[in-house]
């Protein structure tokens, strides 16, 4: 589950996916082709649905346009995540 202040914040799927891949690796740059795979395994898909799931992510985030409170895009390379992630014990990270 996602929460923030409190209260749990709605949230696709594949989104928490990309999510957790990022929050797995915080600082490192993750490739888009990267997440593509990890995300989706085994299916062909469109950089455009990560697109579009990285916008749900983001406002679920409550990220603006243009203002990287959490994820980062590196241009032409793919996403990081920007926040400190600390670990509490195994699964639980905030």
Known sequence: MLAHDGRAVRIGGR???ILTVLVGRP???VGKRELINL???SLFVDESNLKTNMAALRRALGERH???LYIATVIGRGYRFI???RTFGEGYCT
């Open 83 to 85: 926040c400190p992630v």
């Open 27 to 29: 600082g490192q740059v």
């Open 66 to 68: 243009a203002e990287a």
């Open 39 to 41: 995300v989706w395994p």
């Open 15 to 17: 989104a928490f996916d």
